[in-house]
């Protein structure tokens, strides 16, 4: 994933770049940058790896020398190190970049293959996706052509913040508006965000909430569409279930509210199939999954409680390190118990999602190890059969590697590839078969999903306007 902030001012907007940039961290874990723009000193950039040290601390010793920046953006990034200074026939001009393109090599030998282009090339050798954007957005005679050019030709999805030589922010939501796109105003300017809490909490009131496809010019006198948006909005589902900040609303739809309602609507559910289990507590998986969780209990009846919690001031990030045996410990020592609230009881867990279950296994074999007497399992969405080609969620060289998937490979093979809707009904004899297979495999007592039509109907917004590849494969 990833995110940014930017802001255009009369005043000096480090600081609010800075902060702003900050209160998107849990996006990413890779690599973060600044960019800042001033009339005397022009462009000033810095990027860091942030995989072992957060963006604050990172950054701090970085602001002195961001002199009198009245224009500036930073990223949180989960891929490329950016943003990049791009020099070329537009312009010098800083950009940044959120999403996934799937055919860059294809991009690549189309447009650029007279041998007159070179590309910045990660560990992988795979190219830097944010500079070929640029190059792309440089086919055309002007910025928004070619940010448009860049939309219709990527196979994948792409946001971009672009900031001028004269400090102004040009602003795309990607093509289908699966991540949002945010500008807030207040005396002295504008500012642009993924998440609206970042400006809220630096003065900054809500102005506009772009659409899909849409391109926008910020400057310190406010803003103005250059390009309007369009029709199709595919805004991805995951930001209510896991992505989003508590207090971040997508769509009018606050993260946190959306998760007490999924899990009321799983705990209803459950009770009208009465396949609701007799169990002491029911808790959430820390973090994402205790909305949810207390939810559940609110509609079950059954008391919430939190039998063990995470340790985060020694491992207060997620998502890193990359390598799965590190990952593994890490996670296992986050993992503090609280005996009085394990031992000998039923417990019922609510997690945001089920993606690989490696980590899961993890966590089970801990509460048990605990003393638990039994341990159920609720997954606050459906089964993801299908790994996310638009935003990174999910990343894997194959879709089995997600659990429900190569749970149905070892079930029957290929043939379980043409029935894939009916494992993910949990009514049906393959649904039912495949959640007493995880359940054989990694412990749980019982197993349960929250369906597609429940979660949808906890998001609450037009159903046509959510991305549901992940369980669905529909785009």
């Known amino acids: 994933m990833g995110g940014f902030f930017g802001a255009v001012?009369?005043?000096?907007?480090v600081l609010d770049v800075f902060f702003g940039t900050d209160y998107h961290s849990h996006l990413g874990t890779r690599n973060a940058g600044m960019a800042i723009w001033s009339?005397?000193?022009?462009?000033?950039?810095?990027?860091?790896?942030?995989?072992?040290?957060?963006?604050?601390?990172?950054?701090?010793?970085?602001?002195?020398?961001?002199?009198?920046?009245t224009s500036g953006f930073g990223c949180i990034s989960d891929s490329d190190p950016q943003p990049l200074l791009v020099r070329s026939h537009l312009g010098i001009y800083a950009i940044t970049t959120v999403g996934q393109i799937n055919n860059a090599e294809q991009l690549v030998d189309t447009y650029f293959s007279d041998h007159g282009h070179q590309f910045m090339a990660m560990g992988s050798g795979k190219v830097n996706c944010t500079e070929l954007v640029a190059a792309l957005i440089n086919e055309r005679e002007d910025l928004v052509s070619g940010i448009r050019h860049m939309q219709s030709v990527i196979d994948g999805s792409m946001t971009v913040l672009l900031m001028t030589a004269n400090g102004e922010i040009i602003a795309a939501r990607d093509r289908f508006g699966?991540?949002?796109?945010?500008?807030?105003?207040?005396?002295d300017g504008c500012c642009v965000s993924f998440e609206s809490f970042a400006y809220h909490k630096l003065g900054y009131?809500?102005?506009?909430?772009?659409?899909?496809?849409?391109?926008?010019?910020?400057?310190?006198?406010?803003?103005?569409?250059?390009?309007?948006?369009?029709?199709?909005?595919?805004?991805?589902?995951?930001?209510w279930t896991y992505y989003g900040y508590p207090n971040s609303n997508y769509e009018g739809v606050n993260v946190e509210v959306m998760r007490y309602r999924n899990g009321e609507i799983m705990a209803r559910d459950e009770i009208s199939r009465g396949n609701l289990p007799k169990v002491d507590y029911v808790a959430g998986v820390p973090d994402s999954g205790i909305p949810h969780a207390i939810g559940f209990a609110n509609r079950s009846g059954k008391p919430f409680a939190r039998p063990f919690v995470k340790y985060t001031p020694t491992w207060p990030r997620s998502f890193m390190p990359p390598n799965q045996d590190v990952r593994d410990q890490v996670a296992k020592m986050k993992q503090i118990p609280v005996p009085e609230l394990i031992e000998g009881k039923k417990l019922l867990f609510v997690d945001d999602s089920i993606v690989r279950g490696t980590q899961l296994q993890g966590t089970i074999d801990f509460l048990y190890e605990s003393g638990?007497?039994?341990?159920?399992?609720?997954?606050?969405?459906?089964?993801?059969?299908?790994?996310c080609k638009y935003l990174n969620f999910s990343r894997g060289n194959s879709d089995l590697d997600l659990l429900a998937r190569r749970t149905i490979q070892e079930l029957e093979g290929e043939e379980g590839e043409k029935h894939l809707d009916e494992y993910t009904d949990a009514g049906t004899e393959r649904g039912k078969c495949m959640l007493r297979a995880i359940c054989e495999k990694l412990g749980f007592d019982s197993l349960g999903y929250q369906s597609l039509e429940g979660l949808l109907e906890a998001i609450g917004i037009d159903r046509d306007r959510i991305c549901t590849y992940c369980w669905n494969g529909k785009e």
């Open 9 to 13: 001012s009369r005043r000096d907007v």
């Open 372 to 387: 638990a007497a039994e341990v159920h399992m609720r997954s606050a969405c459906p089964p993801i059969m299908y790994a």
């Open 39 to 69: 009339s005397e000193h022009g462009f000033q950039r810095q990027i860091h790896s942030i995989s072992n040290t957060p963006f604050r601390t990172r950054f701090e010793k970085d602001l002195a020398d961001f002199k009198g920046g």
């Open 178 to 187: 699966r991540l949002p796109v945010l500008l807030g105003k207040n005396e």
């Open 205 to 239: 009131t809500d102005a506009y909430e772009l659409g899909p496809a849409e391109i926008v010019r910020i400057n310190s006198d406010g803003f103005e569409t250059l390009a309007p948006a369009g029709d199709k909005m595919r805004i991805c589902a995951f930001l």
